[in-house]
């Protein structure tokens, strides 16, 4: 204990001491020696931890502006790189097929032009070199094209070899892809850096299935970076634009089959669709779709998924485009005609053995219709789409009967709280080494004051915005299990809800607007996310819809704009985007009971054989 005591009172001294030592130390070598303020120490402590997070500060932003510009010059190169191989390709199937074009192929209608390759009297390689040739012109043009198969003229003459009698439904019909789909030897991104170089060694399911049913795939098109967007623009691939007006929009995200198909490139095409992606290029480029009911789509198994796995509720499908309802409608009976075990696709679990029902398509049914949702109002010569596609209807001896649209507002509360419930963590993740295209700009920006603080969101932002449009806000996410069952629930409920008003009214088929607008010009869509309402509820609910091209916008269209509202900031964007649009493309949308999808092919076919 003596001891113990005696050491701690000299440890003592030494602190005490060890300062006066050290400063006659320091004047004993002729320094001058500061005196120290009782606080002096933490006023080193702080300054110390101010340079340290100034430092660090500093040396964050040199490393983010240094990886920003080293993936810049990345994605460009890229760019560059895909533009020279596609060129090069290009180069050789212009030498291989000459520059001739074959006007009397590509003007087949599509019944004629089957019959006529399964005859034998039009070969398959004629018919690809046709479609090659007019494919290279719209892409001159719209830069729609990201690819060329070249493996398809020798896939085109095997199919030549085959037996009329042996030819399968698609024999010989050239069939564009989605830029998502993997086809051997080629790659697929979804217009991301990331996967930029993600190159296929095996077809996926559905294009292996296009080529067992006969039809030829002979180039990739173009997508939105993520495809997550109504606009078609992407770093690495570059900007779609519309065969219909220069510098107008083709839509999303399968818009680069959209612009090809619109122009005439090709004549059946493969897309896929989770807000309006196979509807939307439809619409705003001239030609047909039909999204199927999830479960009868065509397989995503082997396709690039820009966020990674669809969104539990909602499915992304597959489905066709043509230049006309026969061609959509053949695609569809082709593959729902196929016995279960030559249905190559049938090994995702996802797909439902359902056959062609021949009797519902025979059966006619009552047709509802309705003309805005009650938010944002489709511009007049959208809603003349309508009028003029009920006219068709009712001159083909159908009935008519007006119908409520489902409450726009949850269905956005359905779609957002689904689709966003990652919030975006998966497409952060996948762009973290990637240049932001605007066409993410919107579902960007609602994520991010999605995620602000509430107090801020209820008296600052939901406030102004309330003051500037009706369009809502995202309001909540599924992103726990607590939250994403009760979603589903009630998102279940309202579809029960709206398919009992439609038994009240003995309602079959809904008319409604194809787009709330003509193509607008490039590179605005990213921000004017609203453009997808016409397209969302049928996702959420699950109904099949389809696009058929009705009229085109015209100067009385122009006139009529005067009298469109202005109440809104959307209002006023749409009347902007609405200039000099004369000659667009303006559709109808029709669609159908979950899992009736062979009623929505037949109404697209009578609006086809009425125009």
């Not at 729609?144 to 003459?157: P, Y």
């Not at 797909?351 to 009552?366: A, E, G, I, T």
Request: aromatic share 8%; net charge neutral.
């Amino acid at each position: 204990h003596f001891y113990k005591r005696s050491k701690m009172e000299s440890d003592g001294r030494i602190v005490t001491e060890l300062p006066q030592i050290m400063n006659e130390t320091v004047r004993a070598a002729g320094a001058e020696v500061l005196t120290a303020g009782p606080w002096d120490w933490v006023y080193t402590l702080v300054y110390i931890l101010i340079s340290i997070l100034l430092f660090s500060v500093i040396i964050y932003i040199a490393f983010r502006c240094i990886k920003h510009f080293r993936v810049k010059n990345q994605v460009a190169l890229l760019l560059k790189e895909n533009k020279a191989t596609k060129e090069a390709s290009a180069a050789r199937i212009e030498g291989r097929i000459g520059t001739r074009k074959d006007t009397e192929i590509i003007s087949l209608p599509w019944h004629e032009l089957t019959s006529r390759l399964k005859s034998g009297s039009l070969t398959a390689s004629s018919a690809l070199k046709a479609y090659q040739g007019l494919a290279l012109e719209v892409d001159m043009k719209t830069n729609s094209v990201v690819c060329w198969v070249e493996d398809a003229e020798d896939q085109a003459r095997m199919l030549d070899s085959i037996p009329a009698g042996e030819r399968g439904p698609l024999h010989g019909v050239p069939v564009s892809v989605k830029e998502c789909y993997d086809i051997a030897g080629t790659y697929s991104s979804a217009g991301m850096a990331m996967f930029a170089r993600n190159k296929a060694e095996v077809d996926s399911p559905v294009v292996e299935l296009v080529k067992k049913l006969g039809g030829v795939p002979f180039c990739k098109t173009n997508v939105p970076q993520v495809m997550y967007s109504l606009q078609c623009s992407n770093p690495i691939y570059g900007t779609s634009t519309n065969p219909h007006g220069v510098g107008r929009e083709c839509g999303g995200s399968s818009g680069g089959e959209g612009a090809l198909i619109g122009g005439g490139g090709s004549i059946l095409g493969l897309g896929s669709d989770i807000g309006g992606s196979l509807r939307n290029p439809a619409a705003f480029c001239g030609c047909y779709s039909l999204k199927p009911s999830a479960g009868r789509h065509l397989s995503q198994l082997g396709v690039v998924a820009g966020t990674g796995p669809s969104p539990v509720g909602i499915s992304v499908v597959g489905g066709f485009m043509g230049q006309s309802a026969a061609a959509v409608e053949a695609g569809w009976k082709a593959v729902w005609r196929l016995e279960s075990d030559q249905n190559c696709q049938m090994v995702d679990t996802g797909v439902l053995p359902m056959s062609w029902n021949q009797k519902l398509y025979d059966k006619k049914p009552r047709i509802g219709y309705f003309t805005t949702d009650g938010m944002i109002d489709p511009t007049p010569g959208c809603v003349r789409a309508v009028t003029e596609a009920l006219d068709r209807l009712k001159k083909a001896g159908f009935e008519t009967v007006e119908i409520p649209s489902p409450d726009i507002y949850e269905v956005m509360v359905h779609f957002n709280g689904i689709v966003l419930a990652e919030l975006n963590s998966g497409l952060y993740k996948n762009m973290s080494n990637d240049i932001y295209d605007s066409t993410l700009s919107g579902v960007v920006a609602a994520v991010t004051v999605y995620k602000f603080p509430w107090i801020i969101k209820k008296l600052i932002i939901n406030p102004i915005m309330s003051f500037l449009t009706r369009i809502p806000p995202v309001v909540t996410v599924y992103n726990n299990a607590t939250k994403l069952a009760a979603g589903l629930s009630a998102r279940d409920q309202f579809t029960r809800d709206y398919l009992k008003q439609m038994d009240n009214l003995g309602v079959d088929i809904i008319l409604c607007p194809g787009q709330l607008l003509p193509a607008p010009p490039t590179g605005v869509l990213g921000m004017f996310v609203a453009a997808v309402s016409p397209y969302i509820p049928w996702n959420v609910m699950n109904f099949p819809a389809g696009i058929a091209p009705i009229t085109k916008w015209t100067t009385d269209d122009d006139a009529k704009m005067a009298d469109y509202p202005t109440d809104d900031m959307a209002y006023k964007m749409i009347r902007n985007y609405c200039k000099e649009a004369e000659g667009l493309p303006l559709s109808v949308q029709v669609v159908g009971r979950p899992y009736m999808d062979e009623q929505v092919l037949r109404i697209l076919s009578v609006l086809e054989k009425f125009a």
